[in-house]
């Protein structure tokens, strides 16, 4: 299969899945072309955003056009770490005893973690442990995940009391952290008419697991050339304090910047981008437009920051004009 054939390929999915989200879900483009790419790299996303703007509807829609198994978890104070990855019973069969494993909502293809701040750090790690590790360890015994398997995970950033915020180590283990915001008054427009009418719009299946499985081999085929690996590199350094180079307003507002994992997930999720837009190159363009999600939760603020009002955004915002990009890489 040439170059161009590849490529053409992944953007033609990719617009197959649009066509059909679209139908349901308004407006959001940026959000759901940050959850494509998510899943055409085998990473996961955490979503925040305020409740009532189609978290779960995206999740779901997705899910059915895509022909894959989907489990939604609510995450509440009482869930255990068995609740989610499924326990040993014990049956009689003939006489005999033997423990069985039954399978948790886990075992499923695409996971809605709903509010998983709402849950204690140790039912936290079970979910984490099973996207890193991509199984689930039981009484000795290893039980395998089905592949593809993608966990997006929502947060309220409005309800605080009773939650336990995930660790910086833990939230390093998410590729992308996707801020949902209102629609525009016209998207909300056609949310309201669309939603309260007769005719609902249905989805097609366009795609299935192994054509998803097909799309991440794909995207690990693409080159990414050398001096755009190094823009990755000098970005990622520069957001950490003490480093020679570092601008000065990282030393004043970040405690704690980004580690190798965010330069990975910058040239995997640019790899991604450039086939999806029917590309077989890797451009600085691709790595700007995702350095926000890649970056924003991988960059700890301090107190200066928070009493300057500077968000971990405004801190990429500076970085992308401070560090000097390559004129081969546009």
């Not at 059909?20 to 925040?48: M, S, Y």
């Not at 779901?60 to 995450?75: N, S």
């Not at 869930?79 to 009689?92: A, H, N, Q, V």
């Not at 180079?245 to 405690?255: I, M, R, Y």
Request: glycine share 6%.
């Amino acid at each position: 299969m040439s170059v161009a054939t590849t490529a053409e390929r992944v953007a033609e999915g990719r617009e197959q899945i649009l066509a059909e989200l679209r139908k349901i879900i308004v407006g959001q483009d940026e959000v759901v072309e940050e959850v494509l790419i998510a899943l055409f790299t085998g990473g996961h996303c955490l979503i925040t955003g305020v409740p009532g703007l189609a978290k779960t509807l995206l999740i779901k829609t997705l899910a059915d056009i895509l022909d894959l198994h989907f489990k939604r978890i609510q995450f509440t104070p009482d869930l255990m770490p068995s609740d989610i990855t499924g326990t040993e019973i014990l049956e009689e069969d003939g006489g005999h005893r033997h423990l069985h494993f039954v399978k948790g909502p886990i075992f499923a293809q695409i996971i809605l973690a709903d509010e998983i701040n709402r849950t204690p750090p140790k039912t936290q790690a079970a979910l984490l442990e099973a996207m890193q590790e991509n199984h689930v360890t039981a009484a000795g015994r290893t039980y395998p995940l089905d592949r593809p398997f993608f966990v997006l995970a929502t947060q309220n950033p409005i309800e605080l009391e009773g939650t336990y915020p995930l660790p910086e180590a833990q939230l390093d283990r998410f590729m992308f952290n996707i801020v949902i915001d209102y629609l525009s008054q016209e998207d909300e427009v056609r949310v309201v008419t669309q939603t309260t009418g007769t005719d609902q719009p249905s989805p097609a299946r366009v795609l299935n697991g192994e054509d998803i499985l097909r799309f991440q081999d794909l995207v690990k085929q693409v080159a990414i050339a050398a001096d755009v690996a190094q823009y990755v590199v000098r970005l990622v350094d520069a957001s950490r304090p003490g480093r020679t180079g570092t601008p000065d307003f990282v030393g004043k507002w970040v405690k704690w910047g980004a580690g190798l994992r965010a330069s990975q997930a910058l040239v995997r999720g640019a790899k991604a981008r450039a086939l999806m837009h029917g590309r077989y190159n890797v451009s600085i363009k691709d790595i700007q437009a995702l350095a926000k999600p890649i970056l924003r939760h991988r960059i700890m603020t301090n107190f200066y920051a928070e009493s300057d009002r500077i968000t971990p955004d405004i801190v990429v915002e500076r970085l992308l004009a401070a560090v000097p990009t390559p004129a081969s890489g546009m």
